[in-house]
């Protein structure tokens, strides 16, 4: 069973603060997502890698960075957490970069509240 | 513009009762679709992928490129079918494959 992890599932951050959103996948995938998931708007792609320190702009990059060190390892990092962040932010991993076979595997999520 | 479209943010039907929910998309290539679930705290989830033509807890959907539709239906829906409902297209762009771009979901209630 393939398995993504998120390092929280709740997370409480004041306006201005960095936060670090950690996702750890144990499959060797190579590709690895951060989506955001808000009411009404759906699942939104925040960034996304296809490698070890390669990254790759979403639809929704603006206020984000990201970090991916290591296969396995692939972080979040709001630079300057505003309320408009609040938000419930999934990590995802594939296998590869085929569409029609490439199952994306989600992490549980991580509820961020910006106070 | 690639772009994937669910009308209805809120379907709710009787047990029993057939259920489908719609799937629209735009897209100039051949274009990869899929079903995601999410059932109440439990993790987003592969449902199904046009390409297996498969059925899945009694889910089945068909590509229809002339109507660009990717509608999921089930002849009678169960209490456990509720839950957020999500399509998605695998996009390609830039140098830059494998991406899917979701809809907005629609969330299924199944009423006893």
């Known amino acids: 069973d393939v398995k993504v992890t998120q390092s929280s599932r709740y997370l409480v951050k004041r306006t201005g603060e960095k936060v670090f959103l950690e996702c750890v996948q144990d499959?060797?995938?190579?590709?690895m997502f951060w989506y955001r998931q808000d009411p009404g708007l759906g699942l939104r792609l925040i960034y996304f890698s296809y490698d070890v320190k390669m990254k790759e702009k979403g639809d929704i990059p603006e206020g984000y960075s990201v970090s991916r060190e290591k296969k396995e390892r692939f972080s979040l990092i709001l630079e300057s957490a505003s309320t408009n962040q609040t938000s419930m932010y999934l990590c995802a991993s594939s296998l590869n970069r085929t569409p029609s076979t490439d199952t994306q595997y989600f992490g549980p999520g991580t509820r961020l509240t910006v106070l | 513009a690639q772009r994937v479209t669910q009308p209805e943010k809120l379907l709710s039907v009787f047990k029993g009762a057939p259920v489908e929910l719609k799937c629209n998309y735009s897209y100039s290539g051949s274009p990869e679709l899929f079903w995601y679930v999410q059932y109440s705290r439990q993790r987003l989830q592969l449902l199904l992928r046009h390409i297996s033509r498969e059925s899945i807890k009694g889910f089945t959907a068909d590509l229809n490129k002339g109507e660009t539709s990717f509608h999921l239906k089930k002849p009678f829906a169960q209490e456990e079918d509720s839950a957020m409902y999500y399509c998605?297209?695998?996009?390609?762009?830039?140098?830059?494959?494998?991406?899917?771009?979701f809809g907005k979901g629609t969330k299924l209630s199944v009423k006893p």
């Open positions: 499959m060797d995938h190579e590709n």
């Open positions: 998605a297209l695998s996009s390609y762009y830039g140098g830059s494959q494998g991406n899917l771009i």
